[in-house]
């Protein structure tokens, strides 16, 4: 099995920073793409950032520019530093991992998600 561990979430005052931090562990052969997801109340869960194992990153626009995600593969680790932050952040926020395991199956694994709060 896999599993995925957030951390770093917490209550922050607009324009402040955070970094959330996501750790794979288990039967892990290799892990391809990396995402961080998050999903507001009563919203859908939406992509906002991604990076590849090379180290590509791609973001949403309503994060460019603020938002930084990066990984540690000597880790199984990725990152998304959070800045500039706006009420509109705030939300659940989950990763996304899709890994190749040690018997040979490929799926994708999801964390159980840190709340970020973004208020005065």
């Known amino acids: 099995q896999v599993q995925l561990v957030e951390s770093g979430g917490g209550l922050v005052q607009p324009g402040g920073s955070l970094r959330l931090s996501c750790a794979a562990s288990g039967s892990i052969l290799n892990i391809y793409t990396m995402n961080w997801y998050r999903q507001a109340p009563g919203e859908q869960r939406e992509l906002i950032a991604r990076v590849t194992w090379d180290g590509t990153s791609n973001y949403a626009d309503s994060v460019k520019g603020r938002f930084t995600i990066s990984r540690d593969n000597a880790k199984n680790t990725v990152f998304l530093q959070m800045n500039s932050l706006k009420p509109e952040d705030t939300a659940v926020y989950y990763c996304?991992?899709?890994?190749?395991?040690?018997?040979?199956?490929?799926?994708?694994?999801w964390g159980q998600g840190t709340q970020v709060t973004v208020s005065s």
């Open positions: 996304n991992a899709d890994v190749m395991t040690l018997w040979g199956g490929r799926s994708a694994y």
